[in-house]
C-alpha cells in the first residue's frame, strides 16, 4: 500500500452515473435502501446490490452495519466493481461524533485497497437526510482522505449540487 496522497477530484452531479472502481453510499444501519444516495444506488444499481445487501445482514450483520464501518457488495448495473456501504453519524442539536464521520471515510478507503480499487466516488455523507452541517462535513472529508494511506490514486467527491460543491471547493483551495 501506497501512502502516496491520492488526486481529489470534485465532480457535481450524481454519484450513480460515475464510472469508477468503488461507488460509496451513504447507507442506514439496516442495508436494506433508504432515501437520498441510498435509494438512488439501489434503484440505479438494480437487485443485485439488495440480494447482497440480504445475504450481509443473514450472515455476519443480523443487527445492522455499526455507524463509522463499512462493508461492500456488487455494484450491480452501476458503472463500478463494487459498492461500499458506509453509516454516516446522525447530527442532532447537540452535534455529531465527528470521528465517527471521519471512519466512514477511513474505512470505505481501507476497505477499496482490500479490493483492489484504484478509484473511488464518494458522497458528502450524512449531509441529507442525517443533518451534518455541510461546510464541517467537507471539512471532515477532505482531511481525512488527504491524511489517509491508501493506494487509490483517485478520490472523487461527487456532489448533487451547488452547495455542496462549493462547500467542498473551499476545503481544497
Not at 40 to 55: K, M, Q, T, W
Not at 131 to 139: C, I, N, T, V, Y
Amino acid at each position: 500500500m501506497s501512502s502516496s496522497r491520492a488526486a481529489i477530484v470534485l465532480v457535481r452531479g450524481d454519484i450513480t452515473e460515475q464510472s469508477v472502481d468503488v461507488i460509496v453510499n451513504a447507507a442506514n444501519s439496516s442495508l436494506l435502501g433508504g432515501g437520498g444516495v441510498d435509494g438512488a444506488i439501489h434503484r440505479r444499481g438494480g437487485p443485485a446490490i439488495l440480494e447482497d445487501c440480504r445475504r450481509l445482514r443473514a450472515s455476519q450483520y443480523g443487527k445492522g452495519l455499526a455507524t463509522g464501518q463499512a462493508v461492500a457488495t456488487t455494484a450491480g448495473r452501476l458503472h463500478a466493481r463494487h459498492v461500499i456501504h458506509t453509516v454516516g453519524p446522525v447530527w442532532q442539536a447537540s452535534g455529531g461524533d465527528p470521528s465517527l464521520l471521519a471512519s466512514c471515510y477511513r474505512e470505505s478507503l481501507r476497505l477499496a485497497d482490500e479490493l483492489g480499487a484504484r478509484t473511488i466516488a464518494f458522497p458528502a455523507i450524512s449531509t441529507g437526510a442525517y443533518g451534518w452541517p455541510m461546510e464541517d462535513a467537507a471539512r471532515i472529508a477532505v482531511e481525512t482522505v488527504r491524511g489517509a494511506e491508501t493506494a487509490v490514486e483517485e478520490v472523487r467527491f461527487v456532489l448533487f449540487d451547488e452547495r455542496a460543491y462549493e462547500a467542498f471547493a473551499k476545503r481544497l483551495s
